[in-house]
């Protein structure tokens, strides 16, 4: 029976929270229990002077610990004036197991460097620290693949460390905390690949020996433990790791945070045979930032953002109002027309207002789409499509989305919003872009 009531092949809670702090390019907060640190990974575009002009890249470690990580002050080693070689035994094997799994050739003359700092130290922070780290690093990896400062993830399969140890019961335990740290007959670190290969194992018995049957047991337990940690790390930089379904033939991923243009996709392409999936279906993958100044811009830009991020075939829509008596506005804008919060009620009534004056013959507009396609290695594919209508004074109907209850189609002499699903999307700006993309996709799937 374990002090804390664990079963012998159980981890601690662990948790890997990503993305915690603002600066670095990959950072995450990772516990194993009360055992918490910080990994923060910075990328820098140069290579130690040893490697210069050799076209491959570097990644390397920091570890160091705070001084109440622990039950008692430790004096800072920045006040001692020189680093423990407790301190730099483990950097090195942090930075020594994170090189066993990443490519330094792809990831070209840049280096990473993963600070590892313990907050709280309960046991095991160097394995927590190898663990947390390698999620740091791949934050930072993704960071250059999105950029598209890399196109191939120098990364070559996940890694992570735990410990195992034999208490003085005899018994073989996983992840042992302080209390049992410190009184282990046995205490062992392995680092291990996804592959289950080893990187490092660090055994002592400590004044006790031990034979090869437990040798081989600690070996099952801490195997089972690394698998574990690897399907957590999976979860927290999911969905790119995962892939999810999105890649599967019969699965279309559009970029689109809205849930009205999500509703009418699904109804197109489910006649098509495919399924649809969105970024509300991801919700931990952050909005693109609509930096474009035309619809052209802001779907390349969000379709080749995500296309990059899940290294799939990605459909984004942008589109907008444009009424002639605005000068075209709200346009690109129409989304946050009436301010970031992006709300259809706040916009439609801006709308109503700014056209307050303006008689109904002056009351034209048109809602276009464009749509842009993105897939690795492919030169993304533009379309678009139109619908021409008049802007009301008063709303009317409650069906789709956005300024559709103000969208007059004036040969069916309803809005937008009076309209059927199937009705809106037989004539929509939204279905005439998606016949364009009918006409225009064999070719360019089969080309470039
Ligand atoms: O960028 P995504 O995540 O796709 O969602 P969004 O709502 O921000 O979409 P856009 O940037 O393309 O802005 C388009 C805005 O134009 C309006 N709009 C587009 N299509 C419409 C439609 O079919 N009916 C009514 N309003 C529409 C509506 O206000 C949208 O929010
Ligand atoms: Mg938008």
């Keep these: 029976m374990r002090h804390d009531g664990r079963d012998y092949n159980e981890l601690r809670k662990v948790t890997i929270e990503k993305d915690v702090l603002k600066h670095p390019e990959g950072s995450v907060l990772i516990s194993f229990g009360d055992t918490k640190v910080f990994c923060a990974a910075t990328l820098e575009d140069r290579v130690p002077p040893f490697l210069r002009g050799l076209g491959t890249g570097w990644v390397t470690a920091e570890y160091s610990m705070l ?9 800072r080693e920045s006040a001692k004036g020189k680093l423990t070689g407790r301190t730099m035994e483990i950097q090195r ?3 020594r197991s994170l090189r066993s799994v990443v490519d330094l050739e792809k990831l070209g003359e840049r280096s990473i460097i993963v600070d590892c700092d313990v907050i709280q130290a309960d046991g095991g922070t160097r394995t927590a620290s190898i663990t947390g780290a390698f999620v740091a690093l791949s934050l930072a990896i993704e960071k250059l693949i999105e950029s598209g400062e890399l196109t191939e993830n120098p990364i070559k399969e996940h890694l992570a460390a735990v410990s195992v140890g034999v208490l003085p019961t005899k018994e073989v335990v996983l992840d042992l905390d302080y209390v049992e740290d410190s009184a282990a007959a046995v205490d062992m670190n392995l680092v291990m690949t996804e592959s289950g290969e080893f990187v490092e194992i660090q055994g002592t018995g400590e004044e006790s020996t031990f034979t090869a049957a437990e040798l081989n047991q600690l070996l099952q337990v801490g195997d089972l433990g690394i698998k574990e940690l690897i399907a957590r790390q999976q979860e927290v930089l999911a969905p790119q790791s995962a892939g999810v379904e999105v890649g599967e033939d019969s699965v279309i991923l559009i970029a689109t945070g809205n849930k009205g243009k999500a509703k009418e996709f699904e109804a197109i392409f489910k006649e098509k045979g495919l399924a649809v999936k969105t970024l509300l279906d991801f919700p931990d993958v952050p909005e693109v930032e609509e930096t ?3 619809f052209t ?9 995500i296309s990059k991020k899940f290294n799939c075939l990605v459909l984004a829509d942008d589109s907008g109002l444009m009424v002639d008596a ?35 013959s002056e009351r034209t507009a048109k809602f276009h789409c464009t749509l ?18 008049e802007i009301l004074a008063i709303p009317r109907g409650d069906n789709g989305f956005g300024y559709d209850p103000l969208f007059l189609v004036p040969s069916l002499n309803k809005t937008m919003a009076e309209l059927s699903g199937s009705e809106k999307n037989k004539i929509s700006h939204r279905a005439q872009a998606i016949k364009a993309l009918d006409n225009a996709w064999d070719e360019w799937y089969k080309g470039v």
């Design 297 to 305: 811009e802001n779907a390349l830009l969000k379709a080749e953002t």
């Design 292 to 294: 474009g100044k035309t």
């Design 326 to 360: 605005l000068n075209g506005q709200p346009g690109v804008y129409s989304a946050r027309y009436a301010g970031k919060l992006k709300s259809d009620a706040a916009n439609n009534a801006k709308l109503m207002h700014e056209l307050t004056d303006i008689p109904q």
């Design 67 to 75: 001084p109440r990580a622990t039950n008692t002050r430790n004096r």
């Design 372 to 389: 842009a396609v993105a897939a690795p290695g492919k030169e993304s594919l533009v379309v678009e499509g139109e619908v021409k209508g």
């Design 93 to 95: 094997l942090i930075g």
